[in-house]
């Protein structure tokens, strides 16, 4: 086995599997150069998300608490959604965080994009963050939600963390990158 780079697969084509609503399941034949073998690997195609992390005027953030289908019980975690078909992940965010929430804010910005699942899954997550936020509206939920919407200090936020209360792994994405990137410093 070599330590050095590893071969890149040639993707010789794929079919779909099953198309839902969500995400289409799909197989790819790829074939490695080095080995000469041929192998199929199941890949979910999905539009990209966004998530966002909203700090209010008085700097904390907003958090949705949601039943989750795939773990079968609730889920603690920031407002986030499905892009629309050429929509810009930052006009995204700011409208799934009034749809979910009823808040809106200042300052718009994208701060990081990350691949939810890259040995599985195509899509990408855009973690946007939107400053000064406030409540100015109610809910719009799409078709099977239903959130329960609060605010929390930020040193809360990252307790719940490290107490295992918030475990969405793109949520935790996102408060590494808020962190990272200093928007959590020299805060009021």
Not at 47 to 66: C, H
Not at 83 to 112: C, M, S, W, Y
Not at 119 to 131: D, G, Y
Not at 149 to 174: C, Q, Y
Request: charged share 25%.
């Amino acid at each position: 086995m070599s330590n050095g780079t590893p071969s890149r697969w040639k993707k010789l084509g794929e079919s779909t599997l099953a198309a839902t609503r969500i995400f289409d399941l799909r197989t790819a034949r790829y074939h490695h150069p080095v080995r000469q073998v041929e192998r199929d690997f199941y890949v979910v195609h999905s539009r990209d998300w966004v998530n966002v992390l909203a700090l209010t005027t008085d700097n904390q953030l907003v958090l949705v608490n949601q039943f989750r289908f795939g773990v079968d019980t609730f889920s603690l975690e920031i407002p986030g959604g499905v892009i629309e078909v050429g929509e810009d992940p930052v006009v995204a965010g700011v409208r799934e965080l009034e749809e979910e929430t009823g808040f809106i804010g200042q300052n718009p910005k994208l701060i990081a994009s990350v691949h939810p699942n890259p040995a599985i899954m195509s899509n990408r997550c855009h973690l946007v963050l939107v400053e000064q936020c406030q409540r100015v509206s109610s809910q719009a939920w799409d078709t099977d939600e239903e959130i329960q919407v609060s605010t929390a200090p930020i040193d809360d936020v990252f307790r719940w963390v490290a107490e295992g209360k918030i475990t969405h792994s793109l949520v935790l994405n996102a408060l590494l990158f808020l962190k990272l990137k200093g928007e959590v410093t020299n805060r009021p």
